[in-house]
């Protein structure tokens, strides 16, 4: 047996490491994974980085994206916005060191939350070029600050560099950076596509895009209100879990677990607390520093026996019907749209969300195919979270799940996969459960497929009207030219058949026709019915039978 | 013995019936143009729901339920004026004298309607369909509307029939017979020396039993109708019945499409339920090939495996009313089913080449022993 | 016109030759044996790639071409055994004067061999591959070895045939014709009056031309195979063919399985490649329907789109030497791929029923307007 | 317009979360998702750990792990080793902060890196339990120290709570956690299953395990032979990126960038600097901690065009052919097995790995049908990174995705999906790309798969030589009985047919066969190719001539 070796010998490395220095080694995590998908998360982390700024300031979005060729593999991005801009203070840390920002600790919708994005584009430039960034930004208040950012690895740190303070009323931030290893494509997964996508839950947003070779796209503003500013919302207690209790009541300023339960969370009255008493075996008069995990158990466990409001939607600020139908009709010209929005509800952890989800067909709905023949069309699903469009990893999200759930011929929609449709759905939530950091896909969470479900079942019988009321105006256009062929021709056999005149059976003929329908009755569907019925049972002799029997 | 039937006032008789079926259906239909009433006619509904067993007349009928054909009706539209268009061709073909092939029918109608891309038929399935429905609605026998059948099958024994002013011997023609036609209503038959209708599913065993002289040691016309016995030879065989009186008697395979070929020759087939009467002949009996035939003379060694069709095949005749009241053939079927095998009328060539002329069927039909 | 070729001499004669190559067989290979050598026979190689175009003869042949059976070979042994089963199986029926399906023959020689689950043959096409690799290999005709084909086709016209004792006039057999038997070798010609034969695919339109009386107006004998001709209908119009000096005019669809029947009627078939002298008549020819027929008789109309399958088939019909060669016929399948249709004969009854009998044949062949 | 906010206003809740925050509101990172996959993640993390420490102490290990049922989805786990233990002053950092271990600056193979398994594993159970975690270590000096410690989640800091020294000369470590909201099961995804592989590519260990049920289950220890310490190796150049050598370069002591690439990189010799040294426009005599990124990019760039020895394979320790050899026919049974191990290569940033493979065919191998009929069994892929067993996300693992890139076909294995075939695959690094820090799933580097690749391709050419050799010594048994059967039907016909004496012909073909084979010598192969050939041709005449010309 060889020597062994003691734990103290093994633990002389024993060390802590920083974020910086574990994200470096795991870019992947960050969703800077592949040439074309790194390019897309820059322009996804960036663009939503400015949008949240805009919104949070009530400001209509107006954002300025280019990117430029410098070699191969080897691209520029700038992104100007109009938003409130960053605090000179601050500016390094937003930029320069992760898991830093406003919004991990709130209970809040928002498009970035944890702190990983700004600065994970400073990593992933300074780690494929060796470059710093560079940033500008004034607020309006008379000042502004240009610097280059980098990070410090080792210690999660940042490090202006350059720094110039000038005076101007300019309000916005400008990023603007550089990216090796990385490849720009106009398709269905690069930057292009995902800025249309975003066009389409931002109709409150003007966004310029100016392409590698030059071109200028310009993706309107359709509405002038800037969205509702998000509230922070107090958590709803149904699927609160223990360590979410036990965490809200450490951080409390209440003196009683009562009134703790009571103006910490959501839908939580006094008659609420009473039911709650009346289900646990200690006293909510004590301090809620000192309440401990059996205890937050007892109060999970009696959540569950209460009925609860539902969670108040201040802190959710769905796109809204109105807003998506106008933005898609923009964009794809459909002939047919529908648009749902779900009433928030919850999922575990008393989270609350909203699920929209819209349902375009024709025009330019749908994926068009690589031939580019017209009419070419295969279906589409546009999925967001927070008006982020989620462009990767499509077979693993909850999104895409809950489509495939769904048994499209029950509403006539025989060949889904092949229709021009284009299904927009849209995930709001104070807190999204990505599958991973990329922030590309959502969990399986139960409660958030049912929602997009409910919805898609809906709007599908709502399409699945329009498509059958459109067969039946052609159906009556259809019919007056087919009786203008069938009654010669049967009304020279019935002459034929009986030696009686055949210009006065076909005018008699035509007589009852017009009778009958007029000029755009509808159909005697029940005697449809009873022939398809009639064929179906004619199915039935077997066919080997059938056909000898000829 | 010797039978003779020439009768032209007969034939006239016939044809003038046809006539009168068809141009009342046109007529019927025009009344109610005139009327201003909207033209339709009734259809006996063809599907296995409307069928049933007449434990009486023995054979396979159609039940009450009915469909319509409504001018009006949009779906019924173009069926409807297909039915006009069949019905006054055949009044043609009745009236000239003509028969006519079923897709010689479909070629002869089809043509394209003004200013559409549309035809009178796009298929010769849709106007046979047409063609059925007409049959059923009318009552009227296909052949008598002058649509003549496949052309399959012969026969071969000793009769003399007439056809078309031509006289000759069924047995006097070497080692093939006559090659029935499609249409034969208008046979006579001269003379015959037969005691009952052998009819055989395998062409290739009629020959071994013509070789074998089956039909003079044992006085019998044999038919075969290559397979599934074609309308046409079925209603050949149902003139030889009734103009003759002689029985018949099955001689086919030992599976469940020699079972359906039998109860077809004897009961009549779902498809053509409507006219049983005019093609069953219910005193048929069957002979063989039986399950039991397989031990009584060892023909184990030359089995067939059932393949899951087949099974299925035989459930689905299982579920049949009419094979389901008769205890002998569920005996067979389930038989069969229990030993997982099929047997060949041709499996009786593993005894001897003559085996089944010498021993087999004189043994067996000597002394009756027949499945009913 | 009359001929007769009433010849039991001719007959015993051929008969003994073909005892004589069987026998020959067997005798080489116990010869082998007896030297103690490894028993094996030659057999020409029957694959696409040894089949040839003979210029001179204007037929299909085989090429040298052979693959051998040995008995010591492991892969080879079952079908060596089967062989010879098959060998002494049909010297018996030739001395015996019998002759046996196909499926016949299997049935007849199946069993089980001994301590094993192991059958002589297991199904009907084991014992058929190796009865066409015993053919090609003693260059003897099957029906001499007494297996008869299937049973299908018939003739009809101003004919007067004997088999078997009997004599018939196949012009008085009603509305139906000969049922051509399997086995024709015998088939005596007492008299007849026709100047060539018009060999018909489709059964519905041999109905409709007797209907119309075509063998006397055209002076002509009618047969059909109904679809493809089995190889029993190909020997016995050979057989007239040699006999009477007539020559063969080809009447099918015009589609691609139309074409390789009519090639298979003049130049034989790759299957039978072997036996092509026995069965092709090289002088052929070919009366309709072509594409060219479409527009010369209006027939737009009446044409079905071509399938995917048929296309393919198109194609490999064009990669044939014996057609590639033949700057007609790749014209015809050519326009037929342009056109993307095809043309059936019976879509002739578009124009009237009687249209093909009183125009399109009068015209085509009076003028011979043909495909050679 | 509503009143805009400043930036100003915004930035007053700007803060730095801790790690344990952020992954306590995303336990998915680590793994903890879904209520099976969790626990045997616990397994995983825990079992890893002890089999990396015992190993790095050259200790054969004993493994005892015991699950417990305390109430529904309620579990308790226990894992015992005889590994090196922790000493006292590392114990609350190794359990109680997460990033924090001793393997993660080393380029050395374990199955632990990132200092996220046993401090998860206490973070996921406070979550779930609200209770601490009970350790016990004892370095086998005289001391064992006994504790719980919990995780402060605000500040990602370790607490030690009712810490208990002794003295004792014991060795080792055990842990103990409760979990909820947890399920066992036996199935494909279970613990059970995780240490079923774990036991295969661990021959050297010995795993006792105790399921909720109370059924012990032994794995023993095939091999005695502890593994090779994986040392701690150099990067090798091919593949390293521009920030990877700027990151070296500043922790390298060599004061001239020529000796830090010599001394600080693998397989850089003083010939190959100076090969370096003519495709750069810079002095590598000027110190590493001034290399510049453009420079550092040029010698990337003359890495691409030199040629370097593979990289040394110490720092990685695959199992060996001989001991997975053992190890699955002990586990399996198998009636053939193949083990193929590559050499060691390396993947982008010159990371070294090694692939082994093996293909186990009959036997116990593949997986058992759910309907347990005899012989019923599919094929089986059993991935390993590390010898560490990868049950989940198989679909989006390079692994499966080698194997399903494989024609099966071509080595006749006509229908792999219903075989009963075992492939064993696992990847060696000092560094695996996972996909996600769930670690089921290793990324589809293309070096990686085309090794794999390469292995399953020449053990699949072994196992089909085995089958069609199995298939030949059948053959001649068989043959023998074949004449056996043929001799007397082919003498008797040939008697007939020629009318010599039956009897006699059958001895001469007798006594031919006997001359021919004896008793086993083979096939002519040459002549049944040539049949096989002419069969070929017969198939090319189209179906339906060939039918109608019967």
């Not at chain 1, 596509?193 to 389409?200: L, M, N, S, V």
Request: proline share 4%; charged share 30%; net charge neutral.
């Amino acid at each position: 047996m060889p020597e062994q070796i003691s734990g103290e010998k093994l633990f002389e490395e024993f060390k802590t490491v920083q974020l910086s220095e574990f994200f470096r080694k795991n870019r992947q995590y960050l969703g800077y994974v592949g040439k074309i998908k790194s390019l897309t998360t820059v322009i996804h982390e960036l663009l939503s980085n400015s949008l949240d700024a805009c919104e949070e300031a009530k400001i209509s979005p107006s954002i300025k994206i280019t990117i430029s060729e410098l070699g191969t593999e080897h691209y520029k991005v700038r992104v100007e916005d109009n938003g409130p801009g960053i605090p000179e203070q601050h500016l390094e840390k937003v930029f320069g060191q992760l898991l830093t920002g406003t919004k991990f600790h709130r209970n809040i919708q928002l498009r970035g939350q944890q702190g990983l994005g700004v600065s994970g584009c400073v990593l992933f430039s300074q780690m494929t070029t060796g470059k710093s960034t560079y940033i500008k930004s004034g607020t309006g208040k008379g000042k502004i600050v240009e610097a280059r950012v980098e990070i410090d690895i080792k210690t999660n740190s940042p490090n202006l560099i350059d720094k110039k303070v000038e005076n101007s009323i300019m309000r916005g931030t400008v990023v603007e950076a550089e990216f090796k290893g990385v490849q720009y494509t106009k398709g269905i997964r690069g930057p292009f596509e995902y800025i249309r996508w975003t066009a389409a839950a931002n109709p409150h947003a003007e966004i310029m895009f100016k392409d590698p070779e030059g071109s200028e796209m310009l993706f309107e503003r359709v509405i002038d209100k800037v969205p509702k500013v998000p509230k922070e919302v107090k958590p709803h207690p149904s699927g609160l879990e223990a360590h979410d209790i036990l965490d809200l009541a450490l951080k409390s300023k209440s003196r009683a677990i009562s009134s703790f339960l009571s103006s910490d969370l959501a839908r939580v009255s006094s008659d609420k607390v009473s039911e709650i008493q009346a289900l646990v075996d200690f006293d909510l008069a004590k301090s809620p520093k000192r309440l401990e995990w059996p205890e937050a158990e007892q109060i999970v466990k009696s959540f569950k026996k209460i009925k609860f409001m539902a969670p108040p939607t201040d802190g959710l600020i769905p796109i809204g019907k109105d807003q998506i139908e106008k933005a898609l009709n923009n964009l794809l010209s459909p002939d047919f749209i529908e648009v749902i929005s779900r009433k928030p509800t919850t999922y575990k952890g008393g989270i609350p969300f909203i699920v929209e989800i819209a349902i375009a067909y024709g025009g330019n709905s749908g994926r068009a195919a690589a031939s580019k023949e017209i009419n070419e069309r295969k279906v589409e699903i546009m999925r967001f979270a927070n008006r982020s469009p989620l462009l990767f990893d499509a077979g693993g999200c909850a999104l895409t799940k809950a489509v495939n759930s769904i048994d499209w011929r029950r509403y006539k929609l025989k060949d889904m996969e092949n229709s021009p449709v284009s299904l927009f759905i849209n995930l709001i939530s104070t807190h999204v459960p990505y599958t991973s950091a990329g922030k590309q896909a959502v969990a399986g969470e139960e409660e958030i497929l049912n929602e997009i479900r409910m919805a898609l079942m809906r709007a599908s019988r709502s399409l699945q009207l329009f498509l059958s009321g459109r067969r039946k105006a052609s159906e009556i256009a259809e019919r007056k030219k087919m009786y203008e062929r069938y009654i010669p021709e049967t009304a020279k056999a019935l002459a034929k058949l009986t030696g009686k005149k055949e210009d006065e059976i076909e005018e008699m003929l035509k007589a009852l026709v017009l009778e009958r329908f007029g000029d755009d009755k509808p159909d005697d569907d029940e005697e449809e019915e009873e022939l398809e019925e009639e064929s179906a049972a004619y199915d039935e002799i077997p066919e080997d039978v059938s056909e000898e029997d000829e | 013995m010797a039978a003779k039937n020439k009768d032209k006032k007969f034939d006239e008789k016939i044809k003038k019936e046809s006539l009168d079926s068809i141009s009342g259906f046109g007529k019927k239909l025009v009344a109610a143009v005139e009327n201003k009433n909207p033209p339709s006619f009734e259809i006996p509904l063809r599907s296995k729901t409307n069928i049933s067993f007449d434990e009486k007349k023995k054979i396979l009928v159609l039940g009450d339920k009915t469909s319509s054909r409504r001018f009006l009706n949009v779906a019924h539209a173009r069926k409807f004026m297909q039915s006009a268009l069949i019905a006054s061709a055949c009044k043609e073909y009745i009236e000239h004298d003509r028969t006519v092939g079923k897709r010689e029918l479909y070629y002869n109608l089809k043509h394209s309607l003004p200013n559409s891309k549309e035809n009178t038929f796009e298929d010769d399935i849709e106007s046979g369909t047409v063609l059925n429905d007409l049959e059923a609605s009318m009552g009227v026998l296909r052949e008598r509307l002058h649509i003549e059948a496949k052309a399959r099958g012969s026969i071969y024994g000793d009769i003399t029939l007439s056809q078309a002013g031509d006289t000759f011997d069924c047995s006097k023609l070497g080692r093939g017979g006559w090659a029935i036609p499609g249409y034969t209503e208008d046979v006579d038959i001269i003379n015959y020396k037969a005691d009952f209708i052998l009819a055989i599913e395998n062409d290739a065993m009629m020959s071994r039993l013509i070789q074998e002289k089956v039909y003079k040691n044992l006085n019998c016309l044999l038919i075969t109708g290559e397979g599934m016995f074609p309308r046409g030879v079925r209603r050949f065989i149902k003139l030889l019945n009734e103009k003759l009186k002689l029985p018949v008697i099955a001689f086919v395979d030992g599976d469940p499409y020699g079972f359906y070929i039998y109860s077809v020759l004897k009961y009549g087939s779902i498809e053509l339920a409507h006219l049983s009467e005019r093609y069953a002949v219910p005193n048929t009996r069957y002979v063989g090939m039986t399950m039991d035939d397989i031990e009584t003379y060892e023909l184990q060694n030359v089995t067939e495996q059932l393949k899951e069709v087949d099974k299925k095949r035989i459930k689905e005749e299982l579920g049949y009313m009419w094979f389901k009241n008769n205890p002998a053939w569920v005996r067979q079927l389930e038989k069969m089913l229990d030993m997982g095998v099929r047997i060949e009328q041709q499996a009786l060539a593993n005894k001897s080449l003559d085996f089944v002329a010498k021993k087999y069927l004189p043994e067996k039909i000597n002394e009756e022993k027949f499945l009913d």
